[in-house]
C-alpha cells in the first residue's frame, strides 16, 4: 500500500480525492516526484519536533529550511527535532523513522509553514518512504483544517545570499541573525558531550582488520580466514576482485582465491576495510556528505594517499597502508555526526547542497558550532584505531599542525586539495599548500603521477564507491 492504513482510511472518510506514485526501491521524496514528472516546488515534508510539553508536527516545504528561532518566537516552545523512536511510537502503521504530512488520524498538534498554505496540488509522504501522494491544495487544507500556519522557513535558496557568506566569513556569531535560528539549540556544548556518548561503536570486522595489521607479519591465509567471517565483506571482497581493472584471467570464487592470486594481502586488507566500514556506517541523506558522492570522496581519497605515500621519502615514516586508512577514514566525522548529531548533518548537508563553493570548516564552526573533524576525532578515539589515523581526522583541515603524525595529517590534507582540484570534496581550496608538499618532500612531478595512476583505473574505483554506497 502507498500510503499507512489510517491515513487512507481518513482521506477515504473525508472524501479528498488523492493519487499515489510509488518508485522502484524507496527513493527519497524529490527522486520519487522527479520520477513521476511532479513539480518539486509543491512537495512538501514533515518533520517531528517536541520539547517538554509534547510533540508538534511541521510540515514545511521540502526544500526548505526550518527557522527554529522563528518557532520559538511564534509558539514560545523551545522545540527540536525529535529522535527517530518518537515518531515509532507517534505513527505506528508508518515506516519506521517516516512522519507524515498528514497528521490527524493521530491526534498531534501540527504547525503548517504559510508557503504550503499555497500549494495546489501538493505532493507528501504518507508513511511509505518511496511512495507520494498527491492531493488538491484545497483537499490538503482541508486535511489540516485543525493545523496552525505560521511563517517559520526559509527558502533553501537564501543560503546563496551574499549575507550568508559574509556572517560565514565574519566569524562572529552574533552577526548570525537568521542563519542562527536554523539550529534549534542555544546550549551546544552540552548538546556535543552528550552526542559524545552516543557515537556509534567500532564495526567488528574493521577491528579484526586493524588488529591484523599490528601483528609483525601476516600471511595471505590469516587475511583470507578474518576476511570469511564476515560473508558480507567476503561477498564484497570476491566481487571486487573480479573487477576488470585486475586482469586476472581465472576464475575468482573464493577469498583465498581474491586475497592470494589477485589483490595480494595488503590489497585485501584495504579493500575489506573499506566494505566493512560501509556495511555498518552508512550516512542516511544523499547530498555531497552521504550516498555515492561521500564513499567516492574517502575511497579516492584512501587510494591517492597510498600511491601518494610511496613519493614521500621513507625518514618521515608514512607506510601506503597505514596511509589508506587515514585517507578512508579521515571524513568519519561526518559518520559520527549523522548518527548522533542529526539536525546539524542534515543542515550542513542542505547548505552544501545548495552551496557546493562554500567552505565546509568556516559552515561547521561559524554556523553549526561543531565540526566533522572534531568529531572524527571523538569517533576514532573511541574506536582505538591507530594514533596516525585518528590525528589524520582531526587535523586534515589544519595547515599549521605540525605534532606527531603530521606526516599522514599533511598527506590526507593535500590529498583532499587535489580532489577539490578534481571537483569533488570538502577542502577549502583546489590548489595545496605549497608549503605542506615542501614538508612532505613532495614534487609537483611525483603528485600529478600518483594522481594519474589513481585515476586511470577510475572506472574500476567508481564502481567500488558504488558498493560502498550500498547502490
Ligand atoms: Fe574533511
Ligand atoms: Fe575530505
Not at 491526534?107 to 507520494?132: H, K, M, N, S
Not at 533553501?156 to 556572517?167: G, N
Not at 564495526?203 to 580466514?225: I, K, M, N, Q, Y
Request: proline share 7%; with cysteine.
Amino acid at each position: 500500500m502507498a500510503l499507512a492504513p489510517s491515513i487512507k482510511a481518513f482521506l477515504d472518510g473525508q472524501g479528498i480525492g488523492y493519487e499515489t506514485y510509488c518508485a522502484e526501491g524507496s527513493g527519497s521524496p524529490s527522486a520519487v516526484a522527479k520520477a513521476a514528472g511532479a513539480d518539486r516546488t509543491r512537495l512538501v515534508r514533515a518533520l517531528l519536533l517536541h520539547d517538554a510539553s509534547g510533540p508538534v508536527v511541521a510540515v514545511v516545504p521540502a526544500a526548505s529550511l526550518v527557522d527554529f528561532g522563528a518557532l520559538r518566537r511564534k509558539l514560545g516552545r523551545d522545540l527540536e527535532p525529535a529522535p527517530g523512536r518518537l515518531a515509532q511510537e507517534r505513527f505506528p502503521d508508518c515506516q519506521p523513522m517516516s512522519v507524515p504530512a498528514v497528521t490527524a488520524p493521530y491526534g498531534i498538534e501540527t504547525i503548517l509553514a504559510e508557503q504550503v498554505y499555497g500549494l495546489d496540488p501538493v505532493y507528501f509522504e504518507a508513511g511509505r518512504p518511496g511512495c507520494l501522494i498527491r492531493v488538491s491544495g484545497e483537499g490538503f487544507r482541508a486535511l489540516h483544517a485543525g493545523s496552525r500556519t505560521a511563517a517559520f522557513t526559509h527558502p533553501l535558496a537564501r543560503l546563496r545570499e551574499p549575507d550568508v557568506q559574509a556572517f560565514v566569513d565574519s566569524g562572529n556569531p552574533e552577526r548570525g541573525g537568521w542563519v542562527r535560528d536554523l539550529l534549534p539549540y542555544r546550549e551546544m556544548d552540552h548538546r556535543l558531550q552528550e552526542a559524545r556518548q552516543r557515537l556509534p561503536a567500532i564495526p567488528t570486522t574493521l577491528h579484526h582488520l586493524l588488529a591484523l595489521r599490528e601483528l609483525p607479519s601476516t600471511s595471505g591465509s590469516d587475511v583470507t580466514a578474518v576476511i570469511e567471517r564476515d560473508p558480507s565483506v567476503a561477498g564484497a571482497v570476491i566481487r571486487y576482485a573480479r573487477a576488470p581493472c585486475f586482469n586476472y584471467l581465472g576464475t575468482v570464487d573464493s577469498v583465498s582465491t581474491a586475497v592470494e592470486q589477485v589483490l595480494g594481502p595488503g590489497r585485501a586488507v584495504d579493500a575489506a576495510l573499506a566494505f566493512a566500514l560501509s556495511d555498518r556506517c552508512q550516512n542516511p541523506v544523499k547530498g555531497p556528505l552521504g550516498g555515492y558522492s561521500f564513499w567516492r570522496h574517502v575511497f579516492y581519497a584512501a587510494l591517492i594517499s597510498r600511491r601518494l605515500a610511496r613519493e614521500v621519502p621513507g625518514k618521515l615514516g608514512v607506510d601506503p597502508h597505514q596511509a589508506f586508512v587515514a585517507g578512508l577514514l579521515h571524513d568519519c566525522g561526518y559518520m559520527a555526526m549523522a548518527q548522533s548529531l542529526r539536525p546539524e548533518f542534515y543542515l550542513l548537508n542542505q547548505i552544501l547542497s545548495a552551496n557546493p563553493d562554500l567552505p565546509v570548516p568556516l559552515v561547521e564552526q561559524r554556523v553549526l558550532g561543531v565540526s566533522h573533524t572534531r568529531m572524527g576525532g571523538w569517533l576514532l578515539e573511541g574506536w582505538a584505531v591507530p594514533e596516525a589515523v585518528a590525528v589524520a581526522a582531526r587535523e586534515h583541515h589544519n595547515e599549521s599542525y605540525s605534532g606527531r603524525h603530521s606526516g599522514y595529517a599533511g598527506l590526507v590534507l593535500v590529498v583532499d586539495h587535489i580532489l577539490r582540484s578534481l571537483g569533488d570534496g570538502d577542502a577549502v581550496s583546489t590548489e595545496a599548500p605549497r608549503g605542506m608538499l615542501r614538508a612532505l618532500g613532495l614534487e609537483q612531478a611525483a603528485v600529478d603521477r600518483a594522481v594519474h595512476e589513481v585515476m586511470e583505473q577510475a572506472e574500476c574505483h567508481d564502481r567500488v564507491a558504488h558498493e560502498l554506497a550500498g547502490e
